[in-house]
């Protein structure tokens, strides 16, 4: 027989303890004969069963001769313990059939109260199982929908990688011949200014500011504008070439992640119960690294894919407009370069006189010189005005980068401090292109100045500068396929 449960409730370790009637003494002595208990004190308080008041209360009361024979029989009898014990500890035949009784129903109770938790159990172990089985295949599941949507990511990514590649060495291409034709155009700026610079050496009154001259000077501010443009375009190239290079860092760093996500998922995915590499992790389930959730994931890639695609338009744009910008420069220079050599040709047989006019001109220009320098000391202080209000609103912005945990709250005082600072920023930089296009200004109005003392002062040949010293030189104006970068 299987025993369940405690082997106290086995009933054949040991005899089961009634809890309504007292326990029944196998001594010998109490098999002796009961007839003595007769005589014993009726005083006595011994203990006796219900039945035994009961059945005493139908004996007939002993006459005095009965009495007296038991006075004989009492001095005559020796008593013991035992014989009072077991006269005492009797029971009846209904009482041990009630014990029966009572030891079957608690058995039976038992059985059922076993056997319901039995059956309890097992149910409740089987559902467990099943929910497990289920829970583990919808998290197997979730993970391969998981893994689908990262190899579906990766591919966008690789195909925007290979796009931003292919741009990237694009507008390397083009800022290289960029920057070839801006090295071909020191060649003509340099005869330009070597032009101005014989003419400079004629002597008296044919030292004129004439339209040879004008053509000259129109020249180098043509060839100077396509310099300066090219330049400012060589940096936006440059500017561009380092945002594309970002952009396909960040593209290439999550795909990264993605690559390291995949392979950790799939590695997930493939985990079985009987997997080896399975272990205990205690409170992991409590611990939460994650720093996304789904919709931020996603959003995340395609703010990178989109940010890319953004820097290539941006970058597709640039190049088309630097293309647009050689060949318009080119053409630019090319003219300018012929309507010199017309007026040198026409300039050959032309002498005038221009000495009042050219002092004119010397005084307006140095007047403007003198204001174009007061307005230069004018942006100079007002760029070194604008330093501390900078430094106070970058200062402020810093010092609150320090605030504790959640309190470093993106609030209105830091949106108003970034736009301060963006609008002191921008008030900088139209200065200082101010005080760039003053200083180009003042630049030229100085060469002005010097050319027109230059005419003035110096009285030359120009018909031998012009024809020997000035058409000689510009025989090496550059080509056409050179001045829009190709070797």
């Known amino acids: 027989m299987e025993l369940m449960g405690s082997t106290l409730a086995a009933t054949y370790a040991r005899p089961k303890t009634s809890h309504f009637l007292p326990a029944i003494s196998t001594m010998a002595s109490s098999y002796r004969n009961p007839q003595a208990a007769l005589a014993m004190n009726p005083t006595a308080n011994l203990w006796r069963t219900n039945s035994y008041y009961r059945s005493s209360s139908t004996v007939p009361t002993p006459s005095p001769i009965q009495r007296e024979n038991l006075d004989l029989v009492r001095s005559k009898t020796t008593f013991y313990p035992s014989n009072r014990t077991a006269l005492s500890t009797r029971y009846t035949p209904e009482d041990w059939y009630k014990s029966n009784m009572s030891n079957y129903r608690e058995s039976e109770s038992s059985r059922k109260s076993s056997e319901r938790l039995r059956r309890d159990t097992i149910r409740m172990m089987q559902d467990k199982e099943q929910l ?117 860092h960040e593209l290439e760093r999550d795909m990264s992640d993605k690559v390291t996500a995949q392979r950790i998922d799939g590695r997930c995915h493939h985990l079985r119960n009987t997997s080896d590499a399975i272990g205990y992790y205690r409170g992991i389930d409590r611990l939460d690294p994650s720093l996304s959730l789904p919709d931020s994931w996603s959003k995340f890639t395609d703010d990178n894919i989109l940010l890319s695609q953004s820097e290539r338009a ?75 209000p900078l430094k106070v609103a970058q200062t402020r912005l810093e010092e609150r980068t320090r605030r504790p945990n959640m309190e470093l709250c993106r609030d209105n005082p830091h949106h108003r401090l970034v736009g301060e600072v963006r609008e002191i920023e921008d008030t900088i930089h139209k200065l200082q292109e101010r005080l760039m296009e003053a200083q180009n200004t003042l630049h030229t109005l100085v060469r002005t100045k010097v050319t027109l003392e230059h005419d003035l002062s110096i009285k030359a040949n120009s018909l031998f500068l012009d024809q020997e010293k000035c058409m000689s030189t510009r025989k090496s104006f550059p080509s056409m396929p050179r001045l829009v970068g190709y070797t």
Not at 133 to 161: M, P
């Open 314 to 388: 941006a970058s597709q744009k640039l190049r088309d407009e630097i293309e647009i910008l050689l060949s318009t420069t080119s053409n630019e220079m090319w003219t300018q370069f012929n309507n010199a050599n017309v007026a040198f040709t026409n300039r050959v047989s032309e002498i005038a006189d221009a000495k009042n006019s050219l002092q004119t001109h010397l005084a307006k220009t140095l007047q403007e010189i003198f204001q174009t320098e007061m307005l230069i000391e004018s942006l100079k202080k007002a760029l070194r005005d604008k330093e501390c």
């Open 132 to 248: 497990t089985r289920l829970t583990q295949e919808k998290t197997s599941k979730n993970i391969g929908e998981r893994l689908n949507d990262i190899v579906f990511w990766r591919a966008e990514l690789s195909h925007e990688i290979d796009n931003m590649v292919t741009e990237i060495a694009a507008l390397n291409e083009v800022k290289r011949r960029l920057e070839r034709a801006l090295a071909e155009t020191e060649g003509p700026l340099q005869v330009s200014q070597e032009c101005l610079y014989h003419r400079e050496k004629r002597m008296s009154i044919d030292l004129v500011h004439d339209h040879v001259e004008k053509n000259l000077i129109k020249e180098v501010e043509v060839i100077k504008s396509c310099q300066e443009r090219m330049r400012r375009h060589l940096d936006r190239a440059i500017a561009q070439l380092a945002s594309n290079r970002a952009a396909q």
